[in-house]
């Protein structure tokens, strides 16, 4: 059977790339601290040697739009292209295509099906920034095979946290059966409190600080009751009207189990705060 | 009234470099052009005769109206993304790293606090 060698929630930072690349003189403060802080995140992966990557991420309105947009979404393709016209123009993301794999991403559309989870499918799927940004950050050359999945956290009406979480378990079930000796590495990309095109957003931290804080706390511990507890659409919505993609990390601590991170970490930026956190389910990395 | 209409305008205009910049230099004629021939396209050959703007949703589009827009539950991604691409850099030139951002949410301050008018539901 298929081994889940690590499983990453990370927030996703479209101007990450952009921000520690540009010439040191035009650089934001934060950008040697923020580079290393990612390379040491990296690490996390890395050591867990994967061979192939179920990635967790959600359109932004790239290839979905309103008159057809899927709660769930599993891509199927032999490879997908990656980064649209507006995120290269607004974020400087570079364009890539990814290797897919084609026999876990029907193995895992069966077995979500059979789960109760009826997937809406996509065999000609375009990646946008946030499966591309964990890519940059954790797996930048690039070179491993995903399984693309796809939430909403965008279009309301939304499913609930408590439907990320249980997602997330039938994901890790299935990959617990698949029959393969590759080791399998899952990386999902959300939000902590985020506000877009409202009153709070792009302000010197990210607009609730103390959810932020709280949510950091909840993922490292594994914690699903207290964010079962707390955490509802409307509370996100308190938190900033785009902090529902803190779903998504929901379902990647689904995917681990209710355990303490390995490895946990953050960074106070400008508009947010970025989060890093990786469980090795099955034993530290060798 | 049609927000979903108004989004699918913010949508198209956003992901086609030559409609961006005719609704940057000329937002009516290209408004105009838009619920002409480009709103009701389904595809390459189907017409979709279910939506049409209000004169309210035309004038917010055409003076890039973001606090109508957002009064209006138009989708916060795609209004913020769409005036990003027309402003930003000029704003930047002018007044700095995130200058129009910064207005931008300074123009919605009336709604801190406050439940923000649904995007969808």
Known sequence: ?286 | MSRYYVNKFLFTVDRDPELLRRYKEDPRSLVTTWEQSIGPKLNDVERSTVHSLTEAERDALINHDIVALFEMGAHFFLSLTIFIAIYDEDWMQKYGPLSFQRDFAKRLAHWEGRDYPPVGE
Request: hydrophobic share 40%.
């Open chain 1, 1 to 286: 059977m298929a081994k889940l060698a690590a499983v990453l929630a990370t927030t996703h930072h479209p101007f990450y790339l952009k921000a520690t690349t540009a010439p040191a003189d035009q650089q934001i403060p934060e950008a040697p601290e923020w580079k290393r802080k990612v390379e040491a995140y990296r690490d996390t992966l890395t050591k867990a040697e994967p061979e192939l990557l179920v990635m967790v991420g959600a359109d932004h309105f790239h290839q979905f739009f309103l008159d057809n947009y899927p709660q769930f979404l599993i891509g199927k393709s032999p490879r997908y292209d990656a980064t649209f016209y507006n995120e290269e123009r607004e974020f400087g993301i570079p364009k890539y295509i990814l290797e897919g794999h084609e026999d876990l991403s029907n193995f895992m559309h069966k077995g979500l099906l059979a789960r109760g989870f009826d997937f809406a499918f996509s065999n000609e799927l375009k990646l946008d920034h946030s499966i591309i940004c964990p890519i940059i950050t954790t797996r930048p050359q690039a070179d491993l095979p995903v399984v693309p999945i796809y939430t909403n956290i965008f279009a309301p009406p939304l499913p609930s946290p408590k439907r990320f979480w249980d997602l997330g378990r039938a994901i890790r079930e299935i990959i617990d059966e698949y029959p393969s000796e590759k080791r399998i590495a899952a990386i999902g990309s959300g939000h902590l409190s985020l506000e877009l095109g409202g009153p709070r957003q792009f302000r010197e931290t990210g607009p609730d600080p103390e959810f932020d804080r709280q949510a950091i706390e909840w993922l490292s511990t594994g914690n699903i009751d207290a964010i079962l507890a707390n955490v509802t659409h409307e509370s996100m919505a308190r938190s900033g009207n785009a902090t529902h993609g803190f779903m998504d990390l929901i379902l990647m601590m689904g995917i681990a189990g209710p355990i303490p991170a390995a490895y946990s970490d953050s960074l106070s930026l400008f508009h947010t705060m970025e989060a890093y956190i990786t469980w090795y389910p099955e034993g530290a990395a060798q």
